[in-house]
């Protein structure tokens, strides 16, 4: 029981440090998370014991894993081993592991989801998307192009957006996501004169 006890422990701070490097405060988490302010003021102090069903909406809102908030013991094997998720048909594999900022994703979206009947969505964020392979069919608004690998798109979130891949091959892109505001910044050397 010591080593559970001393795992439990460890919550608090982490969920503390993890707000912090997310830079928000217990009200905004709470309008997140649905749980109350002084329950995560509780937990992140100790006061409280975590649960499975408070943590489980706190990794969501960190996007971090069960095992990075309790801490799960260290193998000694440096290598990060992101899982993938699979989410609307396609398999989504985190290439960051910090809390808030920008993340990075590589999508693998199987191959004719550009054919199918699509419902544009929108959301809070900026997202930037390079494909490596495959070809891409992003809507945006009322534009609707195909993008080729070596190709790359960037939008506001907040613009009804959709895509899949079109053609006999799945499409793999990386992808940058922020919160809104938070863009990527490209630079490029300047074109000399000739």
């Known amino acids: 029981m010591d080593e ?13 440090a993890l707000r912090k490097q997310r ?6 988490l709470a309008a997140e998370t649905g749980i109350s302010v002084s329950t995560l003021s509780r937990l992140e102090s100790g006061d409280r014991k975590p649960t499975l069903e408070l943590l489980l909406p706190l990794a969501k809102a960190y996007a971090v894993t069960l095992d990075e908030m309790v801490g799960a013991p260290p193998t000694g094997d440096p290598r990060i081993h992101l899982r993938p998720v699979q989410r ?5 594999l ?6 808030g ?4 994703f590589k999508l693998i979206i199987p191959a004719g989801s550009g054919n199918r009947p699509h419902e544009p969505q929108t959301h809070e964020g900026y997202d930037w998307m390079y494909v490596l392979t495959g070809r891409l069919r992003i ?6 192009f195909i993008l080729e690998p070596g190709e790359a798109a960037e939008f506001d979130t907040r613009t009804p957006h959709w895509f ?3 053609g006999p091959e799945p499409v793999e892109i990386l992808s940058l996501f922020g919160t809104q505001g938070e863009r990527v910044h490209l630079r490029a050397r300047p074109k000399t004169a000739s």
């Open 164 to 166: 899949g891949a079109v």
């Open 139 to 144: 809507i945006l608004g009322e534009h609707d």
């Open 23 to 28: 830079n928000t405060t217990l009200a905004d």
């Open 4 to 16: 559970l006890d001393q795992a439990l422990g460890a919550v608090g701070p982490r969920l503390r």
């Open 101 to 104: 900022g920008i993340q990075a």
């Open 88 to 92: 609307h048909g396609m398999t989504m």
């Open 94 to 99: 985190p290439l960051t592991r910090r809390a």
